[in-house]
């Protein structure tokens, strides 16, 4: 699920990358903006780090022509903004947590509408923040200051890029409620009633199954279940009114050949690469059914390490294609598949 990996290999791979998406035939790629690696020394965009900015630049240059859109996810607050209370921030040192969301809100949102109007006309699709209900993306995850986050973020962007759509939510399909994180549900619930509805055009959803099959469902797990996960998202929006599309902005599953049980939490974890294509194939054809649902982005595109590994982490081989570049059984199905579906290439400008 984490989306903090580094480009899978040089910068002068990331051509290549770009012509894999091409040749699978999809009409979008996502990709990951950090904040704290773009104005890590302070808001003013003269201080912003040119080598970030020349990276996306380049990117974007690639892609130009080709009719393949981009959503971009920004994530990650630099120390300068960060809630972290114990942070230490100087000219030669920056201590802190990452995962604190800013202090103030409206930080977030004038580097969000800069980006905005640096890129209008480039990238369209703007997804505020990563699985902010899950604490490795946000400390202490709470949908009330999330919703502060969106409530900034989403006028700065319609006022610089009236066309712009703003991508809401991007929750992580969680269990239950604890101190570790909130459940999907739950959360979006607690978005509602701090008036996050009207601050996002779309609203995004990890449904990940832990594996297993997409028909799959136990009643102990029933956000792990994809064909009862969806459902139940929308059916919280329902009570609250809001008709806005669902993007599934990551899913996906990974063929790693085998890792330890620290990594691999349940043995249903791992697929092989047959049974991977198998259940994106079975994904689709559910998701033709659910008229709500307008995207799905497949995580991802290529793998981050190649076999015979053994014990590394499964986030390692969600790949539709190799490390090698070579296709996995999964490529020739998605390109096969007549639905608008999108596939995210796992791209961090760095």
């Not at 990996?5 to 002068?12: F, I, S, Y």
């Not at 977030?108 to 209008?120: M, P």
């Not at 469902?217 to 008709?243: F, G, L, T």
């Not at 599309?245 to 697929?271: A, D």
Request: proline share 8%.
């Amino acid at each position: 699920m984490h989306p903090l990996q580094p480009v899978h290999g040089a910068p002068d791979k990331v051509l290549q990358q770009v012509g894999l998406v091409r040749s699978v035939g999809t009409s979008l790629i996502r990709i990951d903006i950090h904040w704290a690696w773009i104005a890590y020394l302070s808001a003013d965009p003269t201080t912003w780090n040119q080598s970030q900015i020349d990276w996306l630049n380049a990117f974007l240059n690639d892609i130009a022509g080709s009719n393949i859109e981009v959503l971009a996810v920004v994530t990650e607050t630099p120390c300068w903004a960060s809630a972290d209370p114990n942070k230490v921030c100087t000219t030669t040192a920056r201590n802190y947590d990452w995962r604190y969301p800013p202090s103030n809100p409206q930080d977030y949102a004038n580097f969000i509408s800069e980006l905005v109007r640096r890129y209008k006309g480039k990238i369209k699709y703007w997804e505020i923040w990563n699985e902010p209900n899950l604490p490795y993306s946000w400390a202490s995850p709470n949908p009330a200051a999330y919703t502060e986050l969106l409530k900034a973020a989403y006028p700065a962007i319609k006022a610089v890029d009236s066309g712009a759509i703003v991508v809401g939510g991007s929750l992580a399909p969680w269990n239950g409620n604890s101190d570790y994180a909130v459940n999907a549900v739950n959360y979006l619930d607690g978005m509602y009633t701090s008036g996050a509805k009207g601050y996002f055009d779309r609203l995004s959803f990890h449904p990940y199954t832990d594996g297993n099959s997409p028909t799959w469902y136990d009643a102990r797990w029933p956000m792990s279940s994809y064909s009862y996960s969806v459902p139940a998202i929308r059916q919280k929006m329902q009570e609250y009114n809001d008709s806005s599309l669902i993007w599934l902005t990551e899913v996906g599953y990974t063929t790693v050949p085998s890792c330890e049980p620290s990594l691999c939490w349940t043995p249903t974890l791992p697929k092989t690469e047959s049974e991977q294509a198998a259940y994106m194939v079975d994904m689709l054809n559910i998701a033709r059914t659910w008229n709500y649902v307008e995207t799905l982005v497949w995580y991802e595109l290529m793998d981050m390490t190649d076999p015979p590994d053994k014990n590394v982490n499964p986030e390692y081989y969600f790949g539709l294609f190799r490390k090698d570049f070579s296709p996995k059984v999964a490529a020739s199905q998605f390109r096969d598949m007549v639905f608008p579906i999108k596939v995210f290439l796992p791209m961090t400008i760095r």
